[in-house]
């Protein structure tokens, strides 16, 4: 079996699911004034220490971290930052497959 991201998945380079996931806490990269486009802080968030679940709306992406302090957590990340989902205490993968097989609202 080939695995495939979503189409649009941001193309970073090769993904790297054993390298520790680089972030302990939401970023909202969008609200960083230290941060512009380019910047190789948010290759790594798209590239280490996790699994691409799915794409909620085509510009975000559920990930399982697979690596680092938070592994096993479900986050979801866009182009505008990378979130715990559904907030800092972050769902387990059965927690968010529950959630997501219940057809439920995902943020209620």
């Known amino acids: 079996m080939i695995y495939r991201h979503p189409q649009s998945w941001p193309d970073l380079g ?3 699911p054993g390298e520790p996931f680089p972030l302990e806490a939401a970023w909202p990269w969008e609200d960083d004034d230290t941060v512009d486009h380019d910047d ?3 290759n790594t ?3 280490q220490g996790s699994v691409v679940l799915g794409s909620e709306d085509g510009q975000s992406f559920w990930i399982l971290l697979t690596a680092g302090s938070r592994r096993g957590e479900v986050w979801m990340v866009a182009d505008v ?3 715990p989902v ?16 219940s057809g439920n609202d995902w943020w209620a």
Do not use: K
């Open 86 to 101: 559904p907030a800092d205490e972050a769902w387990g993968f059965e927690e968010w497959v529950r959630h997501w097989h």
């Open 45 to 47: 968030v798209y590239t």
């Open 40 to 42: 190789p802080r948010i």
């Open 14 to 16: 090769p993904r790297a």
């Open 81 to 83: 930052g990378a979130i």
